[in-house]
C-alpha cells in the first residue's frame, strides 16, 4: 500500500471519529450552561459584588503563561478538559454584569436580552432573506417600524448594523447618494470635494468613515462646542460657507445625542434649521444617548429628532441588551434600498414563493448578518419600552444625584461641568497631599492632577473592586479625569454611589503622585 493510499485511510479515520463522536460534543453545551449559571460567572447579584472580583487582572504576558493560547494542527481534548479552558477563560475575564463595572458606555445585561442572544447563537441565523430566518425577519421589520414611530418618523426605513460607526457610515452613504445618485454607478472621480460637518467632541467614527468611503478625513471638519459640549451653530453656519468659498461641495451634518465623553446633546432644531436652509442631510448620532427616545421625564433631550434624515441608535448601551444591538433608522422609505441593493441573483430572486419585501439583506452593505433584533425584541416583550424609560430616567436621576454627592465632598472631588445632561459624569479625584488653596492651583498642579486618574484606574484593575473609565478632553484642553457612566442595570441606589466615592477615595490614597 503506497503512501497516498495511507493517508487516504487516515482521513477517512479520522473523519468517521469526529462524526461517531458528535453527538457526545454536543454534551459540552451543557457543561458551558452550568458554569454560566454559577453565581460568580456574572456576578449580578448585589450581595456578591463585595466578594468576587470584577477581574483578576493580568498583564499580557502573565496571561499568557497561565493559559495555553497556542492552536496546533492536531489537537484532542475530552471535554473535561475543555470545560476547563472555558473556565480559565471566566476566571481572567471582566464581568462586565458585575454590579460596578462602570468602565463603558455599557453594563450589565438585561436577563431577557441574554436569555435571546442565547437563542439567537443556537439557531444560528442570518438577516438577509425571509427563507433563511422567516420569524427573525418580521420581528426585525417590527422593532424597526416601532422605533420609526417613536422618533416620528412616518413611513422610515431602518437595518440592524454590526455598532454604531457603522450606523453612522449607512448615514453618510445614503446622504452621498441622494446628494448625487451617480456616485453609485461611476464614482467620486472629477466631482467637487464632498465635505461633512460634525462637532470637535463627536465619535471618532465619523473621520473614519471619511476615510473609508474616499471623503477624506480633511474634508470631516470640526465645529467647535460651547460650555456644556453642545455643537456651536454659529462655528457650523460659519464652517459650511468657508468651505464653500474654498470651491468644496457640502452635504452632511452630523449632531451628537449624548457625546461620548461629556454625554452632551446637540441642538437638533437649530441644527435642522441651518441643514434645511443650506440643503444638507442631517443625521443623529445617537449611539449612546438615543435611549432617550423611551425615556418619559428626559424625551426632551431629544427634541427636533424628527426632524433628522437619519438616525444611528446603541441599544446595547444604556438599556442593557447584549453586544451588540446597533440600528440606523432613516426618514426616507425607499433610500436604503435604492442606495444599497445591487443584483444579487442566486440570494435574492425577484420569482421566490413569499413576499420578498421582507428580504431586507440587499439593504445592507453585508451579506451574511448576524440576527441582534431577537435579544432587543425579547427584552420589549418581557417588559414593555415604557419601563425601560422609567429605568432610563432613573438611570439619569441617579447620575445627578451623583453630582449632588460630589459638591458634598469639595475638597476631595471636583466635577468637570456643574450639571451633565445624561447619565455621564465627570469629575476628578483630588488627593489629600495636594488640597491646596485655589491660588496654588497652578499649571503644574494640574498637570499632576491629570496623573491621579490613571494611576487610581490602576489599583482599580488590581482589586478588581470597582471600574470607572477616565478620558482628557483636548477641545478644552482638559487632561484626565473619571468618566462615570450610569446605564439601565444595575438599578442603582443611593447607597452604591457612596461605595462608589469611598472606594475611589481609599483607593487614591494608596497612589505616588
Known sequence: MDGTSDSSDSSTSIVD????????????????????????????????????????????NELKKLIDLTIKERELHTLPEIEQICQQIIQYSVK????????????????????????????????????VAPVFSLIETEVISTVCRLIGYNHGDGIFAPGGSSSNMYGLVLARYKHVPSVKRTGMFGMRPLVLFTSEDSHYSLKKAAHWLGIGVDNCISVSTNDKGQLSLDDLESKIEEAK????????INATAGTTVLGAFDDFDGIADVAERHGLWLHVDGAMGGSALLAHKNRSLLKGLERADSFAW???KTLGVPLQCSMFLTRESDLLSRCNSVEVSYLFQQDKFYDISYDTGNKSVQCGRKIDAFKFWLMLKARGYGQYGHLVDHAIDMSRLLEQKLRERPDSFRLVLDKHEYSNVCFWYIPKSMRVASSEETAEW?????????????????????????????SRKLGNFFRMVLTCFPVVESGELDFILDEIERLGELCEY
Not at 471519529?17 to 460534543?25: A, E, F, H, S, T
Not at 463595572?101 to 432573506?129: K, R
Request: glycine residues 8%.
Open 17 to 60: 471519529g469526529v462524526r461517531k463522536r458528535l453527538m457526545d460534543d454536543w454534551q459540552i453545551l451543557q457543561h458551558v450552561f452550568n458554569l454560566v449559571q454559577q453565581k460568580e460567572t456574572t456576578c449580578v447579584d448585589p450581595e456578591l459584588w463585595h466578594q468576587h472580583k470584577i477581574v483578576d487582572f493580568k498583564q499580557p
Open 446 to 474: 494640574w498637570t499632576r492632577l491629570y496623573t491621579v486618574a490613571p494611576k487610581i484606574k490602576e489599583q482599580m484593575a488590581y482589586s478588581g473592586t470597582l471600574m470607572v473609565g477616565y478620558a482628557p478632553l483636548s
Open 314 to 316: 446603541n441599544p446595547h
Open 96 to 131: 462586565t454584569s458585575h454590579g460596578r463595572f462602570h468602565n463603558q458606555l455599557f453594563g450589565q445585561m438585561d436577563p431577557f436580552g441574554l436569555a435571546g442572544a442565547w437563542l439567537t447563537e443556537a439557531l444560528n441565523g442570518s438577516s438577509y432573506t425571509f427563507e
Open 245 to 252: 468659498a474654498r470651491g468644496c461641495d457640502p452635504f452632511f
